[in-house]
Structure formats: C-alpha cells, structure tokens
C-alpha cells in the first residue's frame, strides 16, 4: 500500500473507464432507455476524471485549473445522476432522480465559488458526492416493483464504500488540511479512496450489465406469455395459470369457471373496416375485459378473435354479472372508440367434479359457445345438461 502511487492508481482507472465508456454501447448494441441512461453516466463519469486528471497538470489555483475541475465536478455528479435514472427503470420505478439532480448542481455550483479554499472545495465536493451517493443507495433500498437480482446488493456494496470513502475525505480534507494538503499526494486516505474507486468502479460496471441482463430475461419472458396485439396473456400462458388456479380451487373446494369469448361477425368487421380496424376491436375487446375484471381473474387471447378468461372464487351467478358488465362496457366503449358496435358470444364452464381439468372445462365452455354462436349470437350459454341458464343480451 506505501508504495502504490495514488496519480497511476486515477490513471489506470481513468483509462479502465474510457474504455468502458466506449465499449458498453459498442458491444451491447442497441439497447433500452435505462440501459443508454447507465452508459451516459459511466461516459460522463470518464469525461469527469479525464478533465480532473488534465486539471492537475495546470498550475495550482490557476484559470485553467479551476475551470477543468469545476466541469470535472459537474460531470462525475451528473453521471451519478444518469446512473441514478437507470437505476430507478431497473427497479420498475418512474425514473426521477430529483435529489441527485439537485446535490450535482448544488455541488458544481458551490464549487466553483468556493474554488480558492482548499479547504471548502474538498469538504464540499466530496461531502455532496457522499450525499448524492447516499440519496441512490436509499432509493436502491426500497422495495423494487419488479423482480431483480443481486445486481441490486452489489451496486449497495459499492456505493456504499465509495460513500465512506467519499465521507473521510471530505473531513480530513475540510477539518484536516495540514495532513491532507493534497488530492493526488501520498496520503493513506487517498490510497485507499484511489484503490476503492477503481474495484467500486469495476463492480458497479459489473451489476449495471447484470441489471441489464435482468431487463432482458424480463422483456424475453413478456414475449413469451403475453400476445403483441392486445397484451393480454397467450394460450400457453394462460394454461399454465389456469392449472395453477384450478388446483387451489379444488384445494380450498372454492368454485372455478371458464368462459370462452368469441367476437361475433368479425370476418365483416375486417372486411368493412380493413384488418387494422379489425386489430382495433380486437384490442378494445382485451380493454374491456381488463375494465370488468376482478383482481385473480386470468384473460387470455386463446387465438385469433377468441378469448378465455378464468374466473377464480366465481360462482355461475357471478359468472353471469361479469357477462353483464362486458355487455354494458362495450355497449358504452365499442361506437366511440371504434366507430361500430362490437358483440360476442360466450361459453361457460363451471368447476363440477375433482377430477376435472382446465381441457375438459375448455371442451365444455367451447360446446356452449358453439351453442350461443348457433342460437343466433351476442349471448352467452352454459352447456345446458350441466348449468340451467342463459345470459342474453345485447345483439341477437
Ligand atoms: N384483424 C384481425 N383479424 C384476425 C386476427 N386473427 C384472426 N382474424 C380474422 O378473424 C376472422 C374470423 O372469422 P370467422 O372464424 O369466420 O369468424 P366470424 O366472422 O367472427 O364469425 P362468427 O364467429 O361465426 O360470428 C378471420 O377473417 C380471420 O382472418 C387478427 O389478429 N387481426
């Protein structure tokens, strides 16, 4: 440690960083918003350090060097504030970054007055840097809206050392100046904050390409469950949710239904309105069925302009009542939205036995719905052996 020398040890790491900085968009391609957003703070972070190494070249105190350390300053702060804005997008959040945003310029600015104290600059520079670092880490705490990995408690990790680092300098340097007169001399504190920058450095490279992966499995799964049009779940999907669901049914012997959802006429539709209007009903029917939906109930887009929705805890009567707000929903959306009325038939298929399955009630559901398609349509029927009783409503 005596003998590490403190300006190679910000060199190499400048250098590590200039090449990441170039790297990352080079070989991650084209990439998300959170993904550019951590790329633009590691470039702004590179630039920072470029311009604070080139800073020291300058006489002490000069024009040039206030000037290079000050923009130096205002970049490693808002890089900060970029990788701050990545982070909140991994973590399913609205990326807002006010209070980084606010201590960068807070920090740049109050540099740049108090240049000439030695003193002031370093305990200010350093004390902000700790406090915006700290401002992440309590966003990084909080429970994040979708799944991430441990990229989460590395990036804690690191942020956080870099914080203490960050912290002793700022007092050694604002309450301590004699022994610690300068940022590239061979003091202990400097060693050790060159040191820690570099691995931090390294490791936070190392869980923003983490998050990134996550971020991908996330998009990779979205495109395998859910259908591109309407963004309602796919066939598959929704199987595997409904088995789930009719073994806590039976379980818990709480009542399960299925209901299969067929738009009536929708080969006029696309024939009078073009395929896009038809892709249009299509995605005002999933509206619907998310507006009427409980909270546990599954739809899915089974195929072409037929849906399936599960309905947990519900019995036929409420099976019926979510008929109704369909037909009432759409009777007040569909002209408005689409310009044309839009109606459909429907099958239901309750839960009967225990050694019922998801394909048997399907079978089922699909047996009253062909039913309903040849009663005349725009009405929804049980099989009429298992379930007594008929909704209809809406366009016969
Ligand atoms: N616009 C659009 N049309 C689709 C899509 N998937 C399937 N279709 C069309 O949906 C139409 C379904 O026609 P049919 O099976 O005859 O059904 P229908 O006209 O609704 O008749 P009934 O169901 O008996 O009332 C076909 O013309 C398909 O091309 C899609 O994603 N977008």
């Known amino acids: 440690m005596a003998t590490t020398d403190v300006s190679t040890l910000f060199f190499g790491m400048t250098i590590n960083l200039s090449i990441m900085a170039v790297a990352l968009p080079y070989f991650m391609g084209r990439v998300n918003l959170a993904a550019r957003y951590a790329q633009a703070g590691i470039a702004l972070q590179t630039v920072g350090w470029i311009l604070l190494l080139w800073s020291s ?35 399913g959040r609205k990326a807002i970054a006010h209070v980084p945003a606010a201590i960068a310029v807070l920090m740049t600015v109050g540099y740049t007055i108090g240049f000439s104290s030695y003193s002031f600059r370093v305990g200010w520079s350093n004390g902000l840097l700790a406090l915006q670092i700290a401002a992440i880490i309590f966003s990084l705490c909080r429970a994040p809206k979708v799944p991430v990995g441990r990229w989460r408690w590395l990036l804690i990790i690191c942020l956080t050392v870099q914080m203490l680092v960050l912290v002793c300098r700022a007092v050694l340097g604002a309450f301590y100046t004699a022994e610690f007169p300068n940022f590239f001399g061979p003091y202990m504190v400097n060693r050790v904050f060159a040191l820690s920058s570099n691995s931090m450095m390294m490791m936070s490279v190392v869980a923003i390409l983490l998050a990134h992966r996550d971020e991908a499995a996330r998009e990779l799964e979205r495109l395998a469950t859910l259908d591109g049009l309407t963004g309602a779940l796919n066939r598959r999907a929704w199987l595997l949710k409904a088995d789930i669901d009719l073994a806590n049914s039976l379980r818990y012997q709480q009542p399960l239904g299925v209901l299969m959802l067929d738009l009536d006429y929708f080969k006029q539709i ?40 599960l309905l947990n805890r519900a019995d036929f009567a409420s099976i019926m009542a979510y008929d109704e707000r369909m037909r009432q929903w759409l009777a007040q959306h569909a002209m408005k939205e689409l310009g044309f009325e839009l109606s459909y038939s429907g099958g239901i298929a309750m839960r ?36 007594c009783a008929s909704i209809q409503t809406g366009r016969a």
């Open 352 to 387: 009967m036995h225990n050694s019922d399955t998801i394909e048997d009630m399907l079978q089922r559901a699909d047996v009253a719905l062909y039913q309903a398609k040849s009663a005349g349509r725009g009405r929804t029927l049980a099989v009429p052996d298992l379930v």
């Open 57 to 91: 070249t300058f006489e002490r105190g000069a024009w040039a060097d206030h000037t290079l350390s000050a923009i130096s300053m205002g970049c490693v702060s808002g890089g900060m504030v970029f990788n701050a804005m990545a982070f909140q997008l991994w973590y």
């Open 270 to 309: 696309n024939d009078m309105h073009g395929h896009a209007g038809g892709d249009s009903a299509l995605q005002v029917f999933a509206n619907c069925l998310r507006a009427v939906g409980r909270a546990g109930d599954q739809f899915c887009r089974y195929g072409g302009e037929e849906f399936c929705v």
